[in-house]
């Protein structure tokens, strides 16, 4: 869904502007003729009467505010006024000078609202966290305020998308926040290659949908997509320079929205390894394994931890996923007996019972040594996070739970019983899976909307509820496994309404009060 565009001038800030509407007003007495002085009294006027306005409707916006207190009156249209910061809030000038572009009003800085204004303030005071807010319609002028710079720009969305779906921001007050703190799109651009303007485009949209995480997976066996300067040799022919990644990342922190990096590892790394044959793992038969990097030789840690390194001076921000998922040797039956020289490794590492999985278990926690110095969240894939062995994965990486149907996957309720927080990529909801292969088929915005919360971790079935804290969101995911099956339009398209229904539900999870139908129609009106 596209919910942006019209530049304000910043290349950095582009986003659609909003159906701005008529003001509907006129200065008394414009444009008339003088009228000729009466003979005789003229009879007197009967006041127009007052209260006359029926009370405000809840403005049509996706995600749907939590709650709006209606009022009567003729609500806000772009008319005649500007945007206006309030005092102690210069933060804010960002977020004014977009919505200002948005709306095609003029930005008049730090300066007193009058009549026909929009105020953006900073109010550290109010409650409800760093990205709630509130808007206050009434007298002609609109007053967006919230804790933190995020919240208020998630005002500007409502009023934007208020504009754009019904002419006018309603009269009464929005009180609004989400209900998760992780929410997101995370797209395989390893296996496919995609322009930076295709992600910006896909940024842009994610922020007026009030999603806030936008991972990013540049490195698999088909390709390693991102400019690196420590390793060229490992680079694809086509891929994003340093340059459009440091565009992209300034557009997202612009519009509120967390770049996740995954570079996938010990599995997934078979671009990198077409440059390193001699650290790929092979079997007792001497077979190499796809995509798996042999976790027992040294060389093999240094050369990850190098891009680990590296990558972690590009992308800033607080989050990392590790990867972990799907490393061959241990799809094998007998892990140990397919790979003697890493079983024998474990032995000498952990004792008797050491298997090649503590190994793998290993090699996420030495990853993740390397990155948490810098105060970084970090994450991995479920499938990574095995049961028993003489290894753990360490407490604090959050569980990004995508499937069941792997070998030796554990139900969600078992990182959930262990105190894990856990993000939800339902592979049976959120994933859009190019070609729709093994089984796969494209997500329904409907299913989504109608079905999906974030407690459905895994097929259909809720956790029980009293889950619910450590769940702390969600993210749609494009995989791009059959990578030429559809173009990046197609994707754009593909992904629109599920990709809507899934910020719906993420920022509010209860039962949405729009129908599905209503629901669609209100998508393709803010188109």
Not at 479 to 505: E, F, H, S, V, Y
């Amino acid at each position: 869904m596209t919910v942006g565009g019209c530049s304000d001038g910043d290349p950095a800030r582009m986003a659609d502007s909003g159906d701005t509407g008529g003001t509907g007003r006129t200065e008394a007495g414009a444009g008339r003729a003088p009228e000729p002085r009466a003979t005789t009294p003229a009879p007197a006027r009967t006041p127009s009467p007052t209260g006359t306005h029926p009370l405000s409707k809840t403005p049509a916006t996706i995600p749907s505010v939590r709650t709006h207190e209606p009022a009567r009156g003729p609500g806000w249209r772009p008319g005649d006024g500007g945007i206006v910061i309030a005092a102690d809030s210069e933060a804010l000038a960002d977020e004014a000078r977009l919505l200002a572009g948005e709306l095609k009003l003029g930005y008049r800085g730090a300066v007193p609202a009058r009549a026909g204004d929009v105020e953006l303030a900073l109010a550290p005071s109010q409650p409800g966290g760093p990205e709630s807010y509130t808007v206050t319609t009434s007298g002609d002028r609109v007053r967006i305020a919230g804790p933190d710079e995020a919240g208020v720009f998630y005002g500007t969305r409502t009023l934007k998308q208020a504009v754009r779906s019904g002419g006018a921001m309603p009269e009464g007050v929005v009180r609004d926040r989400p209900d998760r703190p992780q929410r997101g799109l995370m797209i395989d651009i390893a296996r496919k290659s995609f322009t930076a303007a295709w992600i910006e485009d896909r940024v842009r949209a994610m922020a007026d949908l009030k999603l806030n995480q936008l991972g990013l997976h540049f490195s698999d066996d088909q390709g390693f997509r991102i400019q690196s300067d420590t390793h060229p040799e490992i680079v694809s022919r086509e891929h994003l320079t340093k340059a459009e990644v440091r565009r992209i990342l300034t557009l997202a922190t612009s519009l509120h929205i967390t770049v996740i990096p995954e570079i996938d590892s010990p599995g997934h790394l078979g671009a990198v390894l077409a440059a390193y044959p001699d650290l790929q793992l092979k079997d007792v038969t001497g077979r190499t394994v796809r995509g798996a990097i042999d976790i027992g030789q040294p060389a093999s840690a240094k050369l990850l931890d190098e891009l680990l390194t590296e990558f972690a001076g590009l992308f800033e921000g607080r989050f990392w996923n590790l990867g972990g998922d799907e490393y061959q040797a241990l799809t094998r039956k007998d892990p140990e007996a397919s790979f003697p020289g890493l079983a024998a490794l474990a032995r000498q590492e952990y004792g008797p019972e050491g298997r090649v999985q503590d190994l793998a278990t290993a090699w996420v926690n030495d990853r993740a040594a390397v990155l948490r110095p810098q105060d970084r969240t970090l994450a991995a894939w479920n499938d990574g996070f095995f049961r028993g062995g003489q290894v753990s994965v360490d407490k604090d990486i959050q569980v990004e739970y995508w499937t069941g149907k792997e070998i030796g996957a554990r139900p969600p309720e078992e990182y959930l019983a262990e105190g894990r927080p856990v993000v939800n990529l339902n592979d049976e909801y959120l994933y859009y899976v190019l070609g729709e292969p093994n089984d796969f088929t494209y997500p329904t915005g409907r299913r989504i909307y109608e079905q999906w919360t974030p407690l459905v971790l895994r097929g259909t079935r809720p956790v029980p509820a009293r889950y619910a804290k450590q769940i702390l969101g969600g993210r749609f995911a494009i995989w791009c496994d059959l990578a030429n099956a559809q173009t990046p339009a197609q994707i754009a398209q593909g992904i629109a309404m599920p990709l809507a229904a899934t910020a719906q539900k993420v920022w509010d999870p209860r039962p949405p009060a729009r129908s599905w139908s209503d629901f669609r129609t209100l998508a393709q009106r803010l188109e």
